[in-house]
């Protein structure tokens, strides 16, 4: 590491195909398959960074990982990404997520309507942790990164 960054937690995926609810509900996203031996952070709603590989293209975001029990009974978990800036669907790239904040728990809501009002709200909080010197100090570390895997890969 060049610095000592904010860096909550960082992991590199392939985005798969999902159920394919979120654009029905208003919030597409990009189901992350995390590279074996990849750390997942414990299911909860984050604020992060999204570098797509291998141009090194930007996103804000906010990252769902969790079992998404308003619609599922089952225990495996999804990450799955909310880009605040791009509609692009992102399907096959490889990516890597810089996580920057906790934004809260995930929840069982009693309707999908319920959800979507908290992902809006969780969306402006996420907005708030990108831009806050924490938030810009994990953009700096993630984008060195790349530098440095890009150089690595051209050497
Ligand atoms: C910002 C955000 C917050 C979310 N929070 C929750 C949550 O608290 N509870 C939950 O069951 N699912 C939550 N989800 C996950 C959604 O259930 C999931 O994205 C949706 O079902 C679409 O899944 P799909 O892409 O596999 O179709 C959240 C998703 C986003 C983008």
Same mark, same amino acid.
């Given at each position: 590491?060049?610095?000592?960054?904010?860096?909550?937690?960082?992991?590199?995926?392939?985005?798969?195909? *999902?159920? *394919?609810? *979120?654009? *029905?509900?208003? $919030?597409?996203?990009?189901?992350?398959?995390?590279?074996?031996?990849?750390?997942?952070?414990?299911?909860? &709603?984050?604020? @992060?960074?999204?570098?797509?590989?291998?141009?090194?293209?930007?996103?804000?975001?906010?990252?769902?990982?969790?079992?998404?029990?308003? $619609?599922?009974?089952?225990?495996?978990?999804?990450?799955? &990404?909310?880009?605040?800036?791009?509609?692009?669907?992102?399907?096959?790239?490889?990516?890597?997520?810089?996580?920057?904040?906790?934004?809260?728990?995930?929840?069982?809501?009693?309707?999908?309507?319920?959800?979507?009002?908290?992902?809006?709200?969780?969306?402006?909080?996420?907005?708030? $942790?990108?831009?806050?010197?924490? @938030?810009?100090? &994990?953009?700096?570390?993630?984008?060195?990164? $790349?530098?440095?895997?890009?150089?690595?890969?051209?050497?």
């Amino acid at each position: 590491m060049r610095d000592a960054p904010a860096v909550l937690a960082h992991l590199t995926g392939t985005v798969v195909h *999902g159920a *394919g609810r *979120g654009r *029905g509900l208003g $919030f597409p996203t990009a189901n992350i398959a995390p590279d074996p031996g990849s750390p997942v952070p414990p299911p909860a &709603v984050y604020s @992060g960074w999204v570098v797509r590989h291998p141009t090194g293209a930007l996103h804000r975001a906010t990252i769902s990982v969790g079992s998404n029990p308003t $619609f599922c009974d089952t225990a495996e978990i999804h990450t799955e &990404v909310y880009c605040h800036d791009t509609s692009d669907d992102l399907y096959d790239e490889r990516v890597g997520l810089w996580f920057v904040a906790r934004i809260r728990a995930t929840v069982k809501f009693a309707s999908p309507d319920d959800l979507v009002r908290a992902a809006r709200q969780d969306v402006l909080r996420s907005e708030e $942790f990108l831009a806050s010197e924490r @938030g810009r100090r &994990v953009l700096a570390h993630a984008l060195n990164a $790349f530098a440095d895997t890009a150089d690595t890969a051209t050497a």
